[in-house]
């Protein structure tokens, strides 16, 4: 990797971490994943009131109840 790619991929990293230690100090809840890829859709141009409206009605949202496999036992 050239030296420019690795000290964009640095910084990157770094703010990352920057955002990921905000994050916490807000108790979001989102994990580093999660903030990552808002951040990339940010990045893409998608408005960010817009994705905190989604993501705040997504964890408002009660989980749904895990399904669990049927025994299917001969009659």
Known sequence: MDPEAEQAARTARESLDLAFH???I???GLDRHTLSVLIALC???LNPEAL???VKE???EPSPM???PTSSSPH
Do not use: E, I, K
Request: proline share 6%; aromatic share 0%.
């Open 43 to 45: 990045d893409l141009g």
């Open 58 to 60: 997504l964890q408002r």
């Open 26 to 28: 807000l108790d979001t």
């Open 52 to 54: 905190a409206a989604v």
């Open 66 to 68: 895990p399904v669990m």
């Open 22 to 24: 905000m994050s916490n």
